[in-house]
């Protein structure tokens, strides 16, 4: 079993920059793909981030060419880095992992608005 803590939210305005980070416990973290979501109020959550075991990624095309996904295996942890903030960002932001399960995080608050 993972468990697992998203930290770095907050309020940005647009244009601007945060990098989430999401550290995870438990054993053998480096096997599991990662993936970042958000949900917005009114709406479905959705995919924006996904790692693999190997280090492939994927993204949404809302969030290609801004967000990058990363992963330190040594320090049990993925970072979603988010440049060029816009409103629509505005979420609450999930970190997960999966393998045969999936565990979700409680999520971080992310805002964007001047």
């Known amino acids: 079993q993972v468990q697992l803590v998203e930290s770095g939210g907050g309020l940005v305005q647009p244009g601007g920059s945060l990098r989430l980070s999401c550290a995870a416990s438990?054993?053998?973290?480096?096997?599991?793909?990662m993936g970042w979501h958000r949900q917005a109020p009114g709406k479905q959550r959705e995919l924006v981030a996904h790692?693999?075991?190997?280090?492939?990624?994927d993204y949404a095309d809302s969030v290609k060419g801004r967000f990058t996904i990363s992963r330190d295996n040594a320090k049990n942890t993925v970072y979603l880095q988010m440049n060029s903030l816009k409103p629509e960002d505005t979420a609450v932001y999930y970190c997960?992992?999966?393998?045969?399960?999936?565990?979700w995080g409680q999520g971080t608050q992310v805002t964007v608005s001047s």
């Open positions: 997960a992992a999966q393998r045969l399960s999936i565990y």
């Open positions: 438990g054993s053998m973290f480096s096997i599991y793909a």
């Open positions: 790692i693999t075991s190997g280090g492939s990624t």
